[in-house]
């Protein structure tokens, strides 16, 4: 399995704003997620992280709002911008292949938009 | 549209009790079947199944696959409090690597 870090682990932030969150994989891994958990609901895949290219975005998300880095196979960040209270949630990387024989995720970072 | 279906979407037990979690599933090309347990942020992996019939164990925990049915069933005996978490199914696609989401099965197990 991989070991996963994620920064920041929590995070209350001001309205307009925005958030870069960061994750670490030891090891290096073919594809790399961006999930939201939005309070009482289940995963929602935000993005696919796609080395050295823009990434993969799922209906309803949008690079300008979510801006995501991956500059190597072992690294990538997700920006949430303009941020309003709907973004408060949890917010998972996960990463799957290389090493690695199914999806592993991040411990998550709880952000809160006031 | 492809979709992961869990029931029941909560339950409350005692501790001792048996629990049988469902997740029923429609997605095209099918490749793997998994199983996460999340107690505060993360998942954590419990299983991946991908061949019909044969059971995953792990102590108290099993896992099995029934593709024709288009479903799965987690098995918990023995329930201790330890267990409360919302159970995660998650279907992967051959397409893109994609991974589909059920809804969650959010498990109470009382002393």
């Known amino acids: 399995s991989a070991v996963i870090s994620q920064k920041p682990s929590r995070d209350i932030c001001q309205r307009g704003t925005s958030l870069t969150i960061q994750c670490q994989v030891d090891?290096?891994?073919?594809?790399m997620f961006w999930y939201r958990q939005q309070p009482g609901q289940s995963l929602t895949l935000i993005a696919t992280?796609?080395?050295?290219?823009?990434?993969?975005?799922e209906s309803g998300f949008v690079i300008d709002k979510f801006p995501i880095s991956r500059p190597n196979l072992t690294f990538s960040t997700l920006t949430v911008s303009n941020m309003s209270p709907e973004d408060s949630s949890i917010y998972l990387c996960?990463?799957?292949?290389?090493?690695?024989?199914?999806?592993?995720f991040g411990p998550g970072t709880r952000l809160t938009v006031l | 549209e492809d979709k992961v279906v869990q029931s029941p979407l909560s339950l409350v037990v005692h501790e001792g009790d048996t629990v049988t979690l469902n997740c029923s599933y429609e997605?095209?090309?099918?490749?793997?079947l998994l199983w996460y347990k999340q107690e505060k942020k993360a998942p954590t992996f419990l299983f991946m199944l991908?061949?019909?019939?044969i059971e995953k164990k792990s102590g108290r925990l099993s896992s099995i696959l029934d593709k024709k049915e288009l479903s799965s069933i987690l098995n918990i005996t023995a329930t201790q409090t330890g267990d409360s978490a919302i159970y995660l199914c998650?279907?992967?696609?051959?397409?893109?690597?994609?991974?589909?989401f059920g809804s969650g099965t959010k498990l109470n197990v009382k002393p």
């Open positions: 991908t061949s019909s019939g």
């Open positions: 992280a796609n080395q050295g290219s823009e990434a993969t975005y």
């Open positions: 996960s990463v799957w292949g290389g090493g690695t024989d199914t999806q592993y």
């Open positions: 090891s290096q891994v073919t594809m």
């Open positions: 998650a279907v992967e696609a051959v397409d893109f690597n994609k991974f589909y």
């Open positions: 997605v095209t090309n099918f490749r793997s």
